[in-house]
């Protein structure tokens, strides 16, 4: 089983978008695809249609080894399951500072789901926390969507930071740009020359379009339009992060 | 929580698919019409392993899913350009990955396609959210034959994390009228229709039915085994379904011929020498065809094993493969058509068949199987021991070939008799003479390969062809297969010492010769 996290400090950089294509696209390859929907406001759980609603809340989630398989959903794509969001998982920090190895927890959550899942993607809170620790630790990569400006570039080396100085492994890393604007100068100059330090950026980015905004009215991912400008993007993403996965 | 239910002949699918919109608040999502295959190898291992692997269009391409029989959960699936025949057809995928260490090599077949008239329902909440799929299909059998009568099911699909709402639709659909329970695979179901034995490609040696039945009873029903294996195989064979069906077919013959000779005295002489030569020609026959289906195998192989630049050398040699193969496989095949084939299996198979007389001037033919058995199974076992210790690793590789057709030999006379020993202390027997067989196995595979590679050097050289290429290709093979080959026969040594063990000695003893 691998565990991807969609994860980045900021916020609105198309971490769910991501997550929610990603996870589709793997699923329709055949993949037994586990979507975990870490985020308090739930968006993840909104385009998939499942309720924002875990019985016991966050507090029953990190309680016992099992907890996690109680609360597994279907979506209505075949192979592709859920654990929805909930509203207390803004609590989780609290929650895990109550806990033995606290940053360890969240692996520890996933071990018995191994055999069951191929592929895992945690869709992340905006945060550096204990949570976000936990993720680290629990996850094969870090894919961080980013913007091609230079504030983001910032977080990310903020990011790389941490790892550096935690002993985290920074080849886990994964950067690539999202939400591309190729109208902005910057936007296409950063995509075609794109940065190689602190760690070098994925080939794929997933450029702005309105057909991804629109998921939050269709409650689907865009992916599952086939041929779109957006499924296209993602499903390179997609091949390009199995390909570094597999080796 | 069941899942399927079968559809009453006299209950119009679309008075059902009306009756549960109404009774269940959800909604036609899906109603067409297609074909679909049902595809597995020629011995049905998928099915065996309680899955279903289905071809249905697509686009422009196939969609394949694999389905777990017992309760039709789908596993995985993939998008195929068009119909596999082989695993390497498959895009790489989960269900490549899944598929291989099932089917190997072996061919994917149509063994049945289905004309299916399809609905699909679902169950949503306010949120339009599915909480459940109803899936409704009549499926006409279109081959191997034309069938009539469709059958027609309701299979249930639940989706994980809404139990409530499962429970009430199952509740429901208990009660409907129109449907019952069904609690067989629909594949099971259309098997049955049509009759057909998955169980005609086990190759397993059959087995005497009680330690105190006549040896040639006991004998002429496993051969009788053996020679539908053959049977079964033979149309297979000349069709070149796959090299597994030549392999299981030679595997039949070597089965027989080990029988008819490892129980002397329990067959009538002059008609046992008889078969045994046919059976000798028969299996001699088959040779040039699987040894060239070795080394076609092992071409990834190989191309692993050499650097990049030298794959194109190996190009040439298998053109030549291919086009030897052909011409011995057409061989083959006018021989097992030809009409004094036919006159043999038939005099044979009446041979088999004949009642067995209650005086015999056969020594051994009236003589309790699992006694019999016994003594040359522990016979085997000693030449075993005594040939395996003078091997060294300096030994011809003819002495390695030996010692590997006694272990057959062996082996095969063992599991015509398994049932008649204590479970457990056979299995451990035919588990150490299996890993020693593989060792064996290994090193004679290596010995062939080298040999046939040196010829094949020879024989395009003869013909004026091969590229320098190929020659660098050809000799760096050779020279590291003959590296593996070392190391082979050091593994082997080792395998045969624990074989040789007194411990094990007392094992074989105790049940063959206590």
Same mark, same amino acid.
């Not at chain 1, 091609?148 to 910032?154: C, I, N």
């Not at chain 2, 919109?21 to 049902?38: D, I």
């Given at each position: 089983?691998?565990?991807?996290?969609?994860?980045?400090?900021?916020?609105?950089?198309?971490?769910?978008?991501?997550?929610?294509?990603?996870?589709?696209?793997?699923?329709?390859?055949?993949?037994?695809?586990?979507?975990?929907?870490?985020?308090?406001?739930?968006?993840?759980?909104?385009?998939?249609?499942?309720?924002?609603?875990?019985?016991?809340?966050?507090? &029953?989630?990190?309680?016992?080894?099992?907890?996690?398989?109680? *609360?597994?959903?279907?979506? +209505?794509?075949?192979?592709?399951?859920?654990?929805?969001?909930?509203?207390?998982?803004?609590?989780?920090?609290?929650?895990?500072?109550?806990?033995?190895?606290?940053?360890?927890?969240?692996?520890?959550?996933?071990?018995?789901?191994?055999?069951?899942?191929?592929?895992?993607?945690? +869709?992340?809170?905006?945060?550096?926390?204990?949570?976000?620790?936990?993720?680290?630790?629990?996850?094969?990569?870090?894919?961080?969507?980013?913007?091609?400006?230079?504030?983001?570039?910032?977080?990310?080396?903020?990011?790389?930071?941490?790892?550096?100085?935690?002993?985290?492994?920074?080849?886990?890393?994964?950067?690539?740009?999202?939400?591309?604007?190729? &109208?902005?100068?910057?936007?296409?100059?950063?995509?075609?020359?794109?940065?190689?330090?602190?760690?070098?950026?994925?080939?794929?980015?997933?450029?702005?379009?309105?057909?991804?905004?629109?998921?939050?009215?269709?409650?689907?991912? *865009?992916?599952?339009?086939?041929?779109? &400008?957006?499924?296209? *993007?993602?499903?390179?993403?997609?091949?390009?992060?199995?390909? &570094?996965?597999?080796? | 929580? =069941?899942?399927?239910?079968?559809?009453?002949?006299?209950?119009?699918?679309?008075?059902?698919?009306?009756?549960?919109?109404?009774?269940?608040?959800?909604?036609?999502?899906?109603?067409?019409?297609?074909?679909?295959?049902?595809?597995?190898? %020629?011995?049905?291992?998928?099915?065996?392993?309680?899955?279903?692997?289905?071809?249905?269009?697509?686009?422009?391409?196939?969609?394949?899913? =694999?389905?777990?029989?017992?309760?039709?959960?789908?596993?995985?699936?993939?998008?195929?350009?068009?119909?596999?025949?082989?695993?390497?057809?498959?895009?790489?995928?989960?269900?490549?990955?899944?598929?291989?260490?099932?089917?190997?090599?072996?061919? %994917?077949?149509?063994?049945?396609?289905?004309?299916?008239?399809?609905?699909?329902?679902?169950? $949503?909440?306010?949120?339009? #959210?599915?909480?459940?799929? =109803?899936?409704?299909?009549?499926?006409?059998?279109? /081959?191997?034959?034309?069938?009539?009568?469709?059958?027609?099911?309701?299979?249930?699909?639940?989706?994980?994390?809404?139990? #409530?709402?499962?429970?009430?639709?199952?509740?429901?659909?208990?009660?409907?009228?129109?449907?019952?329970?069904?609690?067989?695979?629909?594949?099971?179901?259309?098997?049955? $229709?049509?009759?057909?034995?998955?169980?005609?490609?086990?190759?397993?040696?059959?087995?005497?039915?009680?330690?105190?039945?006549?040896?040639?009873?006991?004998?002429?029903?496993?051969?009788?085994?053996?020679?539908?294996?053959?049977?079964?195989?033979?149309?297979?064979?000349?069709?070149? @379904?796959?090299?597994?069906?030549?392999?299981?077919?030679?595997?039949?013959?070597?089965?027989?011929?080990?029988?008819? #000779?490892?129980?002397?005295?329990?067959?009538?002489?002059?008609? /046992?020498?008889?078969?045994?030569?046919?059976?000798?020609?028969?299996?001699?026959?088959?040779?040039?065809?699987?040894?060239?289906?070795?080394?076609?195998?092992?071409?990834? !192989?190989?191309?692993?094993?050499?650097?990049?630049?030298?794959?194109?050398?190996?190009?040439?040699?298998?053109?030549?493969?291919?086009?030897?193969?052909?011409?011995?496989?057409?061989?083959?095949?006018?021989?097992?058509?030809?009409?004094?084939?036919?006159?043999?299996?038939?005099?044979?198979?009446?041979?088999?068949?004949?009642?067995?007389?209650?005086?015999?001037?056969?020594?051994? /033919?009236?003589?309790? @199987?699992?006694?019999?058995?016994?003594?040359?199974?522990? #016979? !085997?076992?000693?030449?075993?021991?005594?040939?395996?210790?003078?091997?060294?690793?300096?030994?011809?590789?003819?002495?390695? !070939?030996?010692?590997?057709?006694?272990?057959?030999?062996?082996?095969?006379?063992?599991?015509?008799?398994?049932?008649?020993?204590?479970?457990?202390?056979?299995?451990?027997?035919?588990?150490?003479?299996?890993?020693?067989?593989?060792?064996?196995?290994?090193?004679?595979?290596?010995?062939?390969?080298?040999?046939?590679?040196?010829?094949?050097?020879?024989?395009?050289?003869?013909?004026?062809?091969?590229?320098?290429?190929?020659?660098?290709?050809?000799?760096?093979?050779?020279?590291?297969?003959?590296?593996?080959?070392?190391?082979?026969? /050091?593994?082997?040594?080792?395998?045969?010492?624990?074989?040789?063990?007194?411990?094990?000695?007392?094992?074989?003893?105790?049940?063959?010769?206590?």
């Amino acid at each position: 089983m691998k565990t991807i996290a969609l994860y980045n400090i900021k916020g609105g950089v198309g971490k769910t978008a991501t997550a929610v294509n990603l996870a589709y696209l793997c699923a329709q390859e055949g993949y037994s695809t586990l979507l975990w929907d870490l985020d308090p406001q739930g968006a993840a759980s909104f385009y998939y249609r499942i309720k924002s609603k875990l019985k016991g809340g966050a507090d &029953r989630l990190v309680e016992n080894k099992d907890s996690l398989t109680a *609360a597994i959903k279907a979506t +209505d794509y075949p192979l592709l399951e859920m654990i929805p969001a909930d509203f207390s998982l803004r609590n989780l920090d609290l929650l895990l500072e109550g806990r033995k190895k606290p940053t360890k927890r969240l692996r520890k959550l996933l071990e018995p789901l191994e055999q069951q899942y191929d592929y895992v993607f945690i +869709d992340c809170a905006p945060s550096i926390s204990l949570v976000s620790e936990s993720v680290f630790l629990a996850s094969d990569a870090l894919l961080i969507p980013t913007i091609p400006t230079t504030l983001s570039l910032r977080t990310l080396q903020q990011i790389h930071r941490y790892f550096d100085d935690n002993a985290l492994d920074t080849a886990t890393l994964l950067p690539f740009f999202s939400m591309v604007d190729s &109208r902005r100068q910057m936007h296409r100059i950063m995509v075609e020359h794109p940065p190689q330090k602190p760690v070098p950026f994925l080939q794929a980015h997933i450029p702005y379009l309105s057909e991804i905004e629109r998921m939050g009215t269709e409650r689907k991912p *865009a992916s599952a339009a086939g041929s779109s &400008r957006s499924a296209k *993007a993602y499903l390179a993403l997609w091949h390009e992060l199995k390909a &570094r996965l597999t080796g | 929580m =069941l899942t399927r239910f079968d559809i009453d002949p006299g209950t119009p699918m679309a008075i059902l698919r009306h009756q549960l919109m109404s009774q269940l608040a959800c909604e036609v999502v899906v109603q067409r019409q297609f074909p679909r295959q049902l595809l597995d190898t %020629l011995d049905w291992r998928l099915y065996k392993n309680g899955y279903q692997l289905s071809a249905e269009p697509q686009g422009h391409a196939l969609l394949l899913q =694999l389905h777990r029989l017992n309760d039709d959960v789908l596993i995985s699936q993939a998008l195929c350009p068009q119909r596999p025949n082989f695993i390497h057809d498959i895009p790489s995928s989960k269900l490549h990955q899944l598929l291989q260490p099932q089917i190997e090599q072996r061919r %994917l077949l149509t063994q049945l396609s289905l004309h299916v008239d399809h609905s699909e329902l679902t169950v $949503t909440n306010h949120h339009d #959210k599915t909480l459940a799929r =109803l899936q409704l299909e009549s499926c006409r059998i279109t /081959a191997p034959k034309q069938v009539r009568q469709a059958q027609a099911h309701l299979i249930f699909l639940p989706l994980r994390g809404y139990p #409530k709402q499962a429970r009430r639709i199952h509740a429901l659909l208990e009660q409907q009228p129109g449907l019952s329970a069904s609690h067989t695979a629909a594949l099971t179901d259309y098997l049955n $229709t049509l009759r057909i034995d998955i169980h005609h490609f086990d190759n397993q040696a059959s087995v005497a039915s009680s330690p105190d039945q006549r040896s040639d009873q006991a004998l002429k029903q496993a051969l009788l085994h053996q020679l539908s294996q053959m049977r079964h195989h033979h149309q297979p064979v000349i069709d070149d @379904i796959d090299a597994e069906c030549l392999h299981d077919y030679r595997v039949a013959i070597r089965r027989s011929r080990t029988l008819v #000779k490892g129980l002397p005295g329990t067959l009538p002489k002059s008609h /046992a020498q008889r078969h045994l030569r046919q059976l000798k020609r028969l299996g001699e026959l088959t040779t040039p065809v699987r040894d060239i289906d070795v080394i076609l195998l092992n071409l990834d !192989h190989y191309r692993a094993l050499l650097p990049h630049d030298q794959h194109p050398g190996l190009a040439p040699v298998e053109a030549y493969l291919q086009r030897e193969r052909e011409r011995h496989h057409r061989q083959l095949g006018r021989q097992l058509t030809s009409r004094q084939h036919q006159q043999w299996i038939s005099a044979y198979q009446r041979f088999l068949s004949q009642p067995e007389h209650t005086r015999t001037p056969l020594p051994n /033919a009236k003589q309790p @199987i699992r006694s019999q058995l016994s003594q040359h199974l522990w #016979k !085997h076992y000693q030449s075993i021991l005594g040939l395996g210790a003078e091997i060294s690793p300096r030994s011809p590789d003819e002495a390695l !070939h030996t010692l590997r057709k006694r272990c057959k030999q062996l082996r095969y006379l063992i599991e015509f008799g398994q049932h008649l020993y204590p479970t457990e202390k056979i299995q451990r027997i035919i588990v150490l003479l299996k890993k020693l067989q593989d060792r064996l196995g290994k090193c004679q595979d290596l010995h062939l390969q080298i040999t046939h590679l040196g010829q094949i050097e020879q024989t395009l050289t003869q013909q004026g062809q091969p590229p320098l290429a190929t020659k660098h290709a050809l000799t760096s093979l050779v020279k590291q297969l003959s590296a593996q080959q070392q190391q082979c026969r /050091a593994d082997f040594l080792a395998c045969f010492e624990v074989f040789a063990s007194a411990r094990h000695r007392a094992n074989v003893k105790e049940l063959f010769n206590p």
